[in-house]
């Protein structure tokens, strides 16, 4: 199985600076024929299911505010929220599909400092 | 957007079979994958496995000896029936669709908390 760790577990930031979370995976999830990176990364706020923000590592889900961006390649990739909002508020995880069994990090709780 | 909506007991005996089904509105369930994803309370989200609408499976190798899905697409449903559950199977329980022929999760349930306990 694939692990996926991120980095950090917890993260408090101040409204409108930015937010940033690690994601390592145990071994490369780019797919040498088609160049993608197998990787996506959900948002999941108190009480409710998680929601997909980003995929192929750094393509944005539709209705996705703009000030989530996803970078990477290999085996390390980073989520950034440019300008933290109250919003924002939320569990992270990281996913990758490389491989089955599909695998999640263990998730970044960030909060509002 | 599909809607996905998870139904099934919320309480389920040791040693017994956890069965739960979602059902599709908003679009076909054919053409798509679809999978159930459980999360321990507290705890972070744990793979099962997917079906795609031919009936085609794949499930997680932890839990596959106790895995069954199965998908009605007369009724656009798909369900999950997990055998001989313990404690450590107290989970909210959600079922997903996967984007792009089977990857990540495009759109998912509410979840429904299923407990294991006598």
């Known amino acids: 199985d694939i692990v996926m760790t991120q980095s950090p577990d917890s993260l408090a930031v101040s409204l409108g600076e930015r937010a940033t979370i690690k994601c390592k995976s145990s071994?490369?999830?780019?797919?040498?024929?088609?160049?993608?990176?197998?990787l996506a990364w959900y948002q999941q706020k108190p009480g409710q299911s998680p929601k997909l923000l980003i995929y192929?590592?750094?393509t944005r889900e539709s209705g996705v505010p703009d000030r989530f961006s996803g970078s990477g390649s290999g085996t390390e990739f980073t989520l950034t929220i440019s300008s933290l909002q109250a919003e924002d508020v939320a569990v992270y995880y990281c996913q990758q599909y490389y491989s089955t069994p599909y695998t999640f990090g263990q998730g970044t709780k960030l909060e509002i400092k | 957007q599909v809607q996905l909506q998870e139904s099934g007991p919320g309480l389920v005996k040791p040693s017994e079979t956890l069965s739960l089904t979602c059902t599709v509105s908003g679009g076909s369930i054919t053409n798509y994958y679809w999978s159930w994803i459980r999360q321990p309370p507290g705890k972070g989200l744990e793979w099962i496995g997917y079906?795609?609408?031919?009936?085609?499976?794949n499930y997680n190798p932890s839990l596959k000896s106790r895995v069954t899905l199965s998908v009605d697409t007369s009724n656009n449903q798909f369900s999950l029936r997990l055998t001989s559950v313990t404690a450590a199977d107290t989970a909210v329980y959600y079922c997903?669709?996967?984007?792009?022929?089977?990857?990540?999760?495009?759109?998912w349930g509410q979840g429904t908390l299923v407990t294991a306990s006598s």
């Open positions: 192929w590592a750094s």
């Open positions: 071994q490369s999830v780019l797919f040498s024929s088609d160049k993608k990176n197998y």
């Open positions: 997903a669709g996967l984007g792009d022929m089977g990857y990540y999760f495009d759109s």
């Open positions: 079906i795609y609408y031919t009936g085609s499976t």
